[in-house]
């Protein structure tokens, strides 16, 4: 029979890097308090080495999961969407006391958030059709244009929204074939965390997505300045800093998105507008024959 | 060093001790006495090696040292092509690789040499002419060495013909296993008169001799045959180099050079992949011989993808922001 004077067990969570669940480089923590300041957890505080680690699993994994069938990338992500509903109770849990919500506004929250999963799920082999095609050029060729994904991309999640906006910033990545690097929110990371469990035991491959608990502000400028990140969605920056990871980033041209002026409700119906900025066009132009 | 004896004036009593005196041409006299030096070398202590070289893991090295060891490390690179698949124009990229490493930086140094198989070392130092860089090139029927000696040393002249300065042999690891010692050390020597002028590396391919005991004795026995080098592995076999060999090999060059007078170089190749690796190995070669060693002449990394690692790590030094892959040759 287990009493009330049962010891807590005081949780110390680790980082999301190639499939693994490695400390930081640096051995450095940080405690993650609920919205009233109570202790929650322990997380690990990523440092730039964590993110350049994390950068090359992302770029290792790029291959395999870009060269994937649209269909077959489909099907791992709703299979996350299954098991994020398997741990529905426990992300509720998180993000009403990361954001301090009550729990039939949380249990909305994270409904959305795995809806909002399996919207991207369904999009990933319908992206072909929807933003390429055949083009008419005069002259005796086919030509049509395909997207592909840009490569890795560096996500600074929303600070606010722990799980729906942290979903709705790196499913559209992963869906369009990219591999993601994805600083978390600072305060409120534990709903990442267990983002990063179901990941972890679901079918995505290892390095595909790979989530850094920590300060964005810190770890920004070394993923903007990185020459092996394609592409950065800065919506998480410090809007002090924002322009500045965005001037690092034009040294290497990579594909940005701006953050809003502030944090955007992110129930609202997402369009295609956060998986086209990480697609390259690829035109072909293949000669009709006689 | 100096105290180089003449054994003939040695006493009945000096005779007698366990390890010889130099210079050693009485222990190569025949097979049991072969034998009996390299069995009563001091036994290597496997488990104090591997705590040894546990410890470099621990090292943090910094700013103007990383940038220092940087820059040798690439100054000892042998950079390495040994594929069925090469051509003479792969090797004329390796070799511009080998000139210009970093094309985007002027002061980034040169490598020590091109390691390439004896058919194409022609091509090699036709690309490299007579700009320092040295031409290695691997003989005596790399990798296996299963071949009758006549077989190797024809394929020695045939690649000092081509240009090759630097001849990596692998020794016959099938008659060393054997315990047929003599016909190790006299193939070496006869290795070496084939040479020529050039360099000659012995070859031990350590992932193959079982122990650490034997690394010290086919170090000991490719050093008295008249080696200028000994180098771990042919990079086909795995494990090939790790730490405790390069230490006990170290070792051995050490004793060599304080019981001989003679100085031997040391090559470790294969499986050395990131400028980490490459640290380790300068930090335990200034702790172990000393810095003499710290030089192309002496110390070389056998590689071909340490030294893209290398250069990013330069990149990164140089310009404050991580590099990538995208930024240095495809080789």
Known sequence: MIGNDRLAVRKTYKLYVNGAFPRSESGRTYEVTDAKGHFLANAARASRKDARDAVVAARAAFPKWSGATAYNRGQVLYRVAEVMEGRHVQFCEEVAAGEGLSSSKARAAVDAAIDRWVWYAGWTDKLAAVLGGANPVAGPYFDFSTPEPTGVVAVLAPQQSSLLGLVSVLAPVLATGNTAVVVTSKDRPLPAVTLAEVLATSDVPGGVANLLTGDAEELGTWLAEHADVDGIDLTGAPPKRAMEFEREAAGTIKRVVRPPATEPDWTADPGLTRMTPFLETKTVWHPMGV | ?331
Not at chain 2, 177 to 198: N, T
Not at chain 2, 280 to 290: A, P, Q
Not at chain 2, 313 to 331: A, C, E, F, I, N
């Open chain 2, 1 to 331: 060093m100096t105290h180089v004896l003449d054994p003939d004036a040695l006493s009945d009593d000096a005779r007698a001790l366990s390890v010889p005196l130099p210079p050693y041409r009485d222990v190569t006299r025949s097979d049991s006495a072969f034998r009996a030096f390299l069995h009563g070398l001091p036994g290597v202590d496997q488990v104090g090696a591997e705590a040894r070289v546990a410890q470099l893991g621990t090292r943090s090295i910094k700013t103007t040292s990383k940038a220092w060891a940087i820059d040798t490390a690439i100054s000892m690179v042998d950079l390495t092509t040994l594929e069925g698949a090469d051509t003479p124009g792969k090797v004329r990229s390796l070799a511009a690789k080998a000139l210009r490493p970093d094309p985007t930086d002027p002061t980034c140094p040169r490598v020590a040499a091109v390691c390439v198989y004896g058919d194409l070392a022609g091509v090699a130092r036709e690309a490299l002419g007579n700009s320092g860089v040295h031409v290695a090139a691997v003989a005596t029927a790399f990798p296996s060495g299963r071949a009758s000696r006549a077989v190797k040393l024809a394929d020695v002249r045939d690649a000092v013909q081509n240009g090759a300065d630097e001849i990596d042999m692998v020794i016959d690891r099938g008659a060393f296993l054997a315990g047929r010692y003599l016909e190790v050390y006299e193939e070496i020597v006869a290795v070496k008169e084939a040479c020529g002028d050039a360099h000659l590396k012995v070859i031990l391919e350590t992932g193959e001799l079982v122990t650490l005991d034997n690394v010290r004795r086919a170090s000991w026995i490719a050093m008295l045959a008249g080696g200028d080098f000994i180098k771990t592995s042919t990079g086909k076999v795995s494990p090939a180099a790790t730490l405790p060999v390069a230490l006990v090999m170290l070792e051995a060059v050490r004793d060599f050079r304080a019981a001989t007078g003679r100085q031997v170089g040391f090559k470790p190749a294969g499986g050395i992949r990131t400028t980490k690796d490459a640290v380790k190995h300068l930090v335990l070669i200034n702790e172990t011989v000393g810095p003499d060693w710290l030089d192309p002449d002496w110390f070389r990394f056998g590689a071909s993808s340490l030294l893209n690692d290398l250069l990013l790590q330069r990149q990164k030094l140089r310009t404050g922001h991580y590099s990538g892959p995208d930024y240095v040759s495809v080789d």
